[in-house]
């Protein structure tokens, strides 16, 4: 890094007073950092000329010592990055490092304290974190607040969901921040959530100013403390940091010398960038794997939907909720008949995969401890090592391997992650042993048995020990139900894949409106890629059995698109085989589409209404190109002026026919198919609920 001195950023203020000052590479935003009249440190933030974030405090809380006053500026330092590394895989094949960097050195009060607030100012955005060393007066700290706040200078436009410590599973709310309290009030408690009163929102949110100016505001590198929601001050349109306590109401027990997590507020006046910024990913720590040579990117077919449709399938091999795992003998209890996890109907997926290309299996309901849980949820313990009488493990491991799929490992804990624990190294023994190499994993109701919150302190750092383990294993990992993703991926890119918002399933359960999955790139997906669980093609959710009526709000086509629009590594098709083998020209496109990426372009965007976007192959010249919008129909219009001048493609269309509708003719499709170079314009049909996806193969 290139350092700077120390005069050059410091500037009188009208008090008098020294404050300091940082700009963005291109000059585009400016920070300035100050302490106010009771020696809080201050910041604010303009873009382009116009304030954008007002003066807003900092500060930290602990029993022991606080850190929200009495301070001065003992020392500032700046610096300049500008370098490149190169991600396992991920949407660009290189990623850009650009920052100019300040950072603020505190001290004062007695006893005295010290304090550092490191900012990082890039193009695109800024993020910062208070480091905090070791001192004479404290060496730990009982973290009971934060203060940070994020002030905004108008009522602007929110998307955000509800403040909950142990969900993200909720539709978002388009609201401002004054209609904030009456837009979340019409938010029903989650089951077994617990939810903050209030105002209360999670990260990531996304603001739009009247201009428009875009900012998507998150934290960088979650580790070691919990995770940060933000209190809405609806008159003031302000924001301010709500650390996720314990039970105790305690929110980190932090040992010195500790650095927060970044803050992060991605900027801009154009939609697109703020999907393509990449900078959670760069405020988090370099990859600590030394041989990624084992983490692949796949795409899964699984044993899942069938037990969400219909309900007449279950994870429970019997119906004897009394049956304890370890205790109860399973192979001297009837099957209940209705368990699809059983050997030959995942020989059936198998094979599908295999015919089809796609390289893995999951299958959940594998293993001894779901019949309490599935009926009433108490019995929170399950064997990792332990299959049920019907699933032949070993069987299954060889007619795998011969069949050139992978089965992927389900590890459900219940939420009780003391007991996961303990049973990991057991647990991914077992997985080596039988040839796994990849796991979802879940934390489905409260977290037992010391009643912490899904996103407190002791959670997170559950997660990333989890992840550690497994990268020591070399295993990968799909997680659901845990902390929200704060681009850790980078650091341990054997975390392929996360929940951690309202997927695909619930269109078994109510439904996701199309604005859902127009919105979560811009939100949710900022912190790294979701399980989304793509590919529905039987939208017509009466027609899987007794019980289950309505109709998934999207078309078919717009299920392809979002294998372009949610980009994951370990991405599922998530329909039954049978729903799959009934339309196998669209098929094709989920065959084909690939899961990694050398080159990404947003073409069109904007928040809640519409994405479209080109990405390219990162193991080929070919291009793929995904377009998605909310209820309102659409023309989506694109030059392919991405591709090299001069080169020829052959370019296939799947797009909603003409009278498509996701209400009444979903499955209303046409394909077709075009030459085409860089100056070639595609007109797009996308009907309500609807999407179109393109593959454009480079000619030989
Ligand atoms: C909730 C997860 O989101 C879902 O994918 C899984 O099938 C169930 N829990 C059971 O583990
Ligand atoms: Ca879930």
């Known amino acids: 890094m290139k350092k700077g001195i120390l005069s050059a950023i410091l500037i009188a203020t009208a008090s008098g007073a020294m404050a300091a000052e940082q700009s963005s590479p291109s000059g585009a935003l400016r920070l300035t950092v100050d302490v ?158 617990q939810r903050t009163g209030g105002n209360t929102i999670q990260t990531p949110m996304l603001l739009k100013s009247a201009d428009p100016v875009y900012v998507n505001v998150h934290e960088a590198a979650l580790v070691g403390y919990p995770a940060m929601l933000l209190d809405v001050d609806p008159e003031r349109n302000k924001m301010k940091a709500h650390l996720v306590p314990d039970r105790l109401g305690v929110s980190a027990y932090l040992q010195l010398p500790f650095n927060t997590p970044w803050r992060t507020l991605i900027v801009s006046d154009d939609a697109r960038d703020i999907l393509a910024s990449q900078l959670v990913l760069n405020l988090n720590e370099p990859c600590r794997i030394e041989d990624t040579s084992w983490i692949r990117p796949m795409k899964f077919v699984g044993v899942w939907w069938e037990m969400f449709t219909g309900r007449q399938k279950t994870w429970a091999y019997s119906d004897d909720y009394r049956a304890k795992p370890g205790v109860t003998d399973y192979s001297a209890l009837p099957s209940n008949g209705r368990h699809p996890a059983n050997t030959e109907n995942v020989k059936r997926y198998i094979d599908f995969a295999s015919a089809h290309g796609i390289n893995g299996v999951l299958v959940e309901g594998w293993n001894e401890g779901w019949e309490d849980w599935c009926s009433y949820r108490k019995n929170r313990q399950f064997l990792f090592d332990k299959a049920y009488p019907d699933f032949d493990v070993e069987l299954l491991r060889d007619y795998a391997a011969e069949k050139g799929v992978k089965l992927i490992m389900h590890h459900e804990t219940a939420a009780n992650a003391v007991d996961y624990e303990r049973q990991l190294d057991r647990a991914f023994t077992f997985m080596k042993e039988n040839n796994y190499d990849a796991v979802k994993t879940g934390y489905v109701g409260a977290i037992i048995p010391r009643s912490e919150h899904h996103t407190s302190q002791w959670m997170v750092d559950h997660a990333n020990y989890v992840i550690d383990k497994a990268a020591e294993y070399r295993i990968m990992v799909d997680s659901h139900e845990a902390p929200r993703p704060t681009g850790i991926c980078r650091t341990y890119p054997n975390w392929l894949a996360q929940e951690s918002a309202r997927g695909g399933e619930f269109e078994s359960m109510g439904g996701n409106p199309p604005s859902h999955t127009c919105i979560l790139p811009f939100t949710r997906l900022k912190g790294g890629p979701m399980d989304y669980t793509p590919g529905l093609f039987e939208t017509r959710l009466s027609t899987y059995g007794e019980g289950k009526t309505g109709q998934a709000m999207t078309t078919l086509a717009r299920q392809l698109a979002l294998y372009l629009t949610m980009p994951s590594p370990m991405q599922m098709a998530c329909d039954l085989p049978q729903n799959y083998e009934r339309f196998p020209d669209a098929f094709k496109f989920i065959e084909d589409v690939p899961v990694d990426w050398k080159d990404t372009r947003y073409l069109e965007a904007e928040p809640a209404r519409y994405i479209t976007v080109a990405r390219q192959d990162k193991n080929s010249d070919d291009w793929y190109l995904g377009a998605i919008t909310d209820e309102t129909p659409r023309t989506a219009v694109v030059t392919l002026d991405f591709l090299p001048k001069g080169e020829k493609y052959e370019v296939t269309i799947y797009e909603d026919a003409p009278d498509a509708d996701w209400k009444d003719n979903p499955q209303s499709y046409r394909i077709r198919m075009l030459k085409a170079d860089s100056r070639t314009r595609l007109r797009l049909n996308l009907a309500s609920g609807g999407g179109a996806a393109v593959k454009i193969a480079k000619k030989s």
């Open 36 to 193: 106010d009249g009771n020696g809080q440190p201050v910041y604010s933030l303009s873009y382009k000329g116009k304030p954008l974030v007002a003066q807003s405090r900092l500060g930290l809380t602990a029993d022991e010592m606080d850190f929200t006053g009495g301070f001065r500026i003992t020392g500032c330092e700046t610096g300049s990055v500008d370098q490149t590394w190169t991600p396992v895989w991920g949407e660009y094949a290189e990623v850009r490092d650009k920052y100019n960097e300040l950072s603020v050195s505190l001290s004062g009060g007695v006893p005295e304290r010290h304090m550092t607030l490191r900012f990082r100012v890039f193009d695109d955005g800024l993020g910062f974190r208070y480091e905090l060393p070791l001192q004479d007066n404290a060496n730990y700290l009982t973290l009971r607040d934060e203060s940070t706040e994020f002030s905004f200078t108008a009522d602007h436009t929110m998307w955000c969901i509800p403040g909950d410590y142990d969900t993200d599973e909720y539709l978002w709310a388009e609201t401002t921040f004054s209609g904030l309290p009456g837009a979340l009030a019409g938010y029903g408690r989650h089951s077994e959530a």
